[in-house]
């Protein structure tokens, strides 16, 4: 499986960024699609997965109740829709995909067996 993520950019505090992930390969329905993001100086973390089959999604405190991840089966891409954005959320944005679920290790980036390159998100103040 290749994942090819896009949709960064630099926006203003309080804006909004879609990110797309784009799968190539078979995606089956016990795979687990997540984004995780990396600042400067910082370690990766975890933002957000869904389960490909049931739609099941899981997000970071940091981001909940601003960002949206869902996924479009037929077109084997998951979204990340970023809303009322900080300074803070600047990171590039990453996409990946663990082949089965593994409860609360999904928030863990070692769970994950495919990655795609970053997306860098730029929110000035």
């Known amino acids: 499986v290749q994942l090819q993520a896009s949709g960064g950019g630099l926006v203003q505090a309080g804006g909004s960024l879609r990110l797309s992930c784009a799968a190539s390969g078979r995606i089956f329905s016990s795979y687990v699609m997540g984004w995780f993001r990396q600042a400067p100086a910082k370690d990766r973390e975890f933002v957000a997965a869904i389960m490909w089959s049931a739609g099941s999604t899981y997000y970071a405190d940091s981001v909940k109740g601003r960002f949206a991840i869902s996924r479009d089966n037929a077109k084997n891409t998951v979204y990340l829709q970023t809303n009322s954005l900080k300074p803070e959320d600047t990171a590039v944005y990453y996409c990946?995909?663990?082949?089965?679920?593994?409860?609360?290790?999904?928030?863990?980036?070692?769970?994950?067996?495919?990655w795609g390159q970053g997306a860098q998100v730029t929110v000035s103040s």
């Open positions: 990946a995909a663990a082949r089965a679920y593994s409860g609360s290790y999904l928030y863990r980036e070692y769970v994950y067996d495919y």
